[in-house]
């Protein structure tokens, strides 16, 4: 999906291998989004070896699938579609959106809701029915593109992440893609 007008360019994709700066620009954008409170459970950014053998990690899950969207060719953001392992049978229809976030400097292009988007595309062509995922509460704009999306918040961790010496509530979502809360036969 590519979206463009005469100043920039934004684009989602799922992200199977690293080419050209990707890996740079990945590791950049993931910093900035850290340092700026957003950091999917890093308070400060890790050395670069370290952000740059997890991403290389991700690539490497089966069980995961890493979106990224681009501004003006450059990774500014990732969404991770994780699902269940063979063995969890009994969650065999949903999936986990997670390392979601958009670098500060390329905020209000759509690239969030854009990332959302393709995650969800991607868990229904898994065959996936709910998607869940978890927020901080310090994280408004990712709250605000979540619930925009159609995610239910059900339920609060008032212990959920321990931030600037103090605990961080928790916020937990889902979403019925399939939009109906219809459950599969069991014929």
Known sequence: MTVSDTRTQISMDRLTGFHGPDLHDLCDA???????GGGFGWLSP???????TYWQGVLLVPERELFVGRLDDTIAGSAQLVRPPRNNEAQTLTGQLTTFFVAPWARGHGLAAGLVRKV??????????VLNMDIRETQKRA?????QSGYVRWGTHPHYA???????????????LMGNGALPSED
């Open 162 to 176: 321990w931030v600037d010496d103090r605990w961080v509530t928790g916020f937990f979502y889902y979403k019925d």
């Open 30 to 36: 993931a910093e900035a989004a850290i340092l700026d």
């Open 143 to 147: 709250i605000e593109v979540v619930e």
């Open 120 to 129: 969800e595309e991607a868990a229904r062509q898994n065959g996936l029915r």
């Open 46 to 52: 890790p050395p670069r070896q370290t952000m740059e």
